[in-house]
């Protein structure tokens, strides 16, 4: 056991700006209301069922997590965001169509209490959008300052203690590292220079960098994953968590590649296709849109079979990810997967997966998830990328000198450790020869 780190208590209110007020939003809002009222379950949610065991196995010590490490508590999270469009919260709910009306009834006071405050949009950057409730300003240094001055009206309007920023806003066209975003400098002379290489969310992971704020990315886009932020990050000691959360069809195949991995069985081909509905699938719906998409989700099986170490299994893997917008469906996407696997002396076999998901439901419980430790990582005094989050991103954020850690097993159990290590418990091992000797 080491001592356990010093974490400032969970006292006061919590507040969680949310970019983009769209399904995923606002389905996480109603859905902590309807639960912090007792009229639903968290279900999906680790930080509100999840359990955490302690020492030896047969000490019979299992904490629920919430109970084990300070996180803030549901009844003192107040919502805020921003969008594009002028919808309340609840008008926001109906529109996307994830939650029954009957259920967004139950909170709708509550909901229509949270209101949009106007967005830093460009439609070069999400093509498929446009809408009324946009900030004018003389260069994209002063959108900054005027996200940072709503950041500051909101934390003195609700007396909260802290803050906490996550980017659910659309998919933005796909952008490469630039110059531009090599130093706080550079970055700082490209937002006055309202230099193209910065986006719409570029500009609110700054703001909430520059005030300290934890930050995590939601969707693909680069945002916060350039040299500038971390450096800022670095200076102002605030977390940083992305990108893109890892549901449906990505959770499931990092659920099942590390299985036929594990056992040595060998994929040659993974074609993964969805049907989605919904305004996501709407702009994905777009090349460039889609393009920042693929590459997020294309990227985990590479580093789940590890191709340079076993080249006879998985060198010449054909992995193809489609999505379809097919509006019919709306939020209630479908996947489908077809694995060709190469089993011993090379025998052929295939397997089928159809998963009929709700994209939002997946994805609210952990947004929760992820505001709730980068608020405790903020109270801890952990700064900068919080790579024990990566249980809940598609591209997990990594030091340059690292690859990514996909399988969702070994992300739970750095996520786990992550947390007894805070609390100066043992880190579980799985070693465990002790109960032979
Ligand atoms: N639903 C999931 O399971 C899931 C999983 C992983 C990632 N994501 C990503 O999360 C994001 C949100 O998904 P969603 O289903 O809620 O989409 P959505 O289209 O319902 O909501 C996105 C909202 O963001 C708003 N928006 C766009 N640009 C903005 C800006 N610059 N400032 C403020 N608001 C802006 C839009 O107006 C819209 O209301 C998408 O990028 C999506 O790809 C979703």
Not at 253 to 258: D, F, L, V
Not at 298 to 304: G, P, Q
Request: hydrophobic share 40%; proline share 6%; with cysteine.
């Amino acid at each position: 056991m080491t001592s356990p780190v010093q974490i400032a208590p969970a006292t006061g209110k919590l507040g969680v700006l949310l970019v983009g007020l769209g399904a995923v939003s606002t389905t996480t809002i109603a859905g902590v209301m309807a639960i912090r009222r007792g009229l639903a379950r968290p279900i999906g949610s680790l930080t509100q069922m999840g359990t955490i065991r302690l020492g030896k196995r047969t000490e019979g010590r299992a904490p629920k997590i919430n109970e084990f490490v300070p996180l803030a508590s549901l009844d003192d999270i107040v919502f805020g965001g921003w969008d594009i469009f002028e919808e309340d919260c609840y008008a926001a709910a109906r529109t996307a169509g994830v939650l029954e009306p009957d259920q967004l009834a139950q909170v709708r006071n509550e909901l229509e209490a949270v209101k949009p405050m106007p967005a830093v949009f460009d439609q070069r950057y999400v093509k498929r959008l446009d809408g009324p409730n946009v900030k004018k300003g003389k260069n994209k240094k002063d959108l900054a300052e005027q996200l940072i001055a709503d950041i500051r009206a909101f934390k003195a309007r609700h007396s909260c203690d802290r803050m906490v920023m996550i980017w659910c806003g659309s998919t933005e066209v796909y952008m490469k590292e630039t110059a531009a975003h090599a130093t706080i400098a550079s970055f700082e002379k490209a937002l006055e220079d309202s230099d193209d290489a910065i986006p719409s969310s570029m500009i609110y992971a700054y703001a909430a960098l520059r005030e300290g704020l934890p930050f995590a990315n939601a969707a693909p886009n680069l945002t916060a994953d350039i040299p500038a932020m971390l450096q800022l990050a670095a200076k102002t000691k605030a977390p940083v968590a992305g990108n893109d959360m890892k549901t449906g069809q990505t959770l499931i195949k990092t659920i099942i590649a590390p299985g036929l991995k594990a056992r040595l069985l060998g994929v040659k081909g993974w074609y993964s296709t969805n049907i989605l509905g919904n305004r996501d699938g709407e702009v994905l719906d777009d090349p460039e849109s889609f393009k920042t998409k693929e590459e997020s989700k294309k990227s985990a099986l590479d580093y789940i079979f590890q191709p340079h170490l076993y080249p006879e299994l998985y060198e010449d893997l054909c992995h193809v990810v489609r999505i379809n917008y097919y509006p019919p469906r709306g939020d209630n996407k479908e996947g489908w997967d077809n694995i060709d696997l190469i089993g011993w002396l090379g025998y052929p076999m295939q397997l089928k997966i159809n998963f009929l998901c709700r994209d939002s439901i997946l994805a609210a419980p952990i947004v929760l998830d992820s505001v709730l430790f980068l608020d405790l990582a903020k109270r801890a005094g952990m700064s900068g990328i919080q790579e024990w989050l990566s249980f809940y991103f598609k591209s997990p954020m990594h030091a340059p000198e690292l690859y990514p850690e996909h399988d969702l097993f070994i992300q739970l159990m750095k996520l786990k450790n992550t947390l007894r290590y805070l609390q100066g418990e043992d880190l579980i091992t799985h070693l465990g020869r002790e109960y032979y000797d």
